[in-house]
């Protein structure tokens, strides 16, 4: 049996000092990138944290072990090597396997959460399928969410999912859902969805009061921080409309289900919108690892105030 987990050196040496870091998942590298864009682009977001004087924790499990970030080796292996996406469900028959796997928002969460990184940055959520009332296709980043203490920033949920259910979700299991700079509800490429969020805030600064709040009510819920595309990346959106309703109608008629649904229309978007998902895709991201930047920061400087 291999050991529970394995912090890289200046990830543990940050955490010790209470300097701020910030978790990033490996399957938007290993499955949601094309290569070799995906190498490039997990070295680009550790170094725009690293920019911000934040410590980069890439996540992923190689060879059974978690590792809570890689070292070059382990971020080549993550972009170049044919990994198994890994949800929280999978992480224990990785381990006693001693396979390799690359991790989910929902994987991502719980092992940051349990090596004591409280901040996240990802591109979107996953969450309740379209037609999840007929197959029960709901993504378990949302129930991981219900019990893990991490604060996730992400561009909402991917436009290919029921984003009305996900919201209902959310509430029902007591998800603090809060909108950076914004009081409308992100949809990944778009910087809006039909839905209004009923909390905003302005700054990072605030979003740490959140977090200190939360966690002195003895709540233990993540908290999704909804931060919108930059207006001059989004994605047009009657574009986006169109290549989305293509995307949805060749998975229904390839009967594409389960976890190969998310990849699939992904990958579909990309080439029928000419590569121009991606960039936004890219975009995006880049957004979201800067504000979680500024983020770990706050937090990282309040508990430093709290403790002197």
């Not at 998310?262 to 995006?284: C, H, K, M, Q």
């Not at 930047?293 to 105030?305: H, K, P, V, Y």
């Amino acid at each position: 049996m291999h050991a529970p987990l394995q912090l890289a050196p200046e990830v543990a040496s940050a955490l010790a000092d209470g300097r701020p870091v910030v978790a990033l998942e490996s399957t938007i590298i290993s499955h949601g990138l094309p290569r070799p864009r995906n190498h490039a682009a997990a070295l680009e977001f550790e170094a725009i944290l690293r920019e911000q004087g934040v410590t980069p924790a890439t996540i992923a499990v190689l060879d059974g072990v978690p590792h809570i970030g890689l070292d070059e080796v382990g971020v080549r292996r993550i972009a170049e090597d044919e990994l198994a996406k890994a949800s929280v469900r999978d992480l224990p028959i990785l381990a006693a396997r001693g396979e390799s796997g690359a991790t989910t928002v929902a994987a991502t969460a719980h092992l940051a959460a349990m090596a004591g990184v409280r901040v996240f940055a990802t591109g979107g959520l996953g969450g309740v399928h379209r037609g999840a009332s007929g197959t029960f296709d709901e993504s378990a980043d949302i129930s991981t969410l219900a019990v893990t203490p991490i604060t996730v920033v992400s561009a909402g949920v991917k436009s290919v999912l029921d984003i009305a259910a996900t919201l209902e979700r959310l509430e029902s299991y007591s998800v603090p859902v809060i909108g950076f700079g914004t009081t409308v509800f992100p949809s990944f490429w778009l910087r809006e969805s039909a839905f209004a969020l009923d909390w905003a805030v302005e700054n990072e600064q605030q979003v740490a009061d959140v977090m200190a709040a939360h966690d002195a009510l003895g709540h233990r819920q993540g908290i999704v921080v909804a931060n919108p595309v930059p207006a001059d990346q989004a994605w047009e959106p009657a574009e986006h409309d169109r290549v989305l309703a293509a995307a949805l109608a060749l998975a229904e008629a390839e009967g594409v289900t389960g976890k190969a649904v998310t990849p699939f229309l992904l990958g579909t978007i990309v080439e029928l919108s000419g590569g121009r998902s991606l960039e936004v895709n890219l975009d995006l991201a880049r957004n979201n690892v800067r504000v979680a930047g500024r983020i770990a920061t706050a937090w990282a400087a309040r508990r430093a105030g709290a403790a002197g």
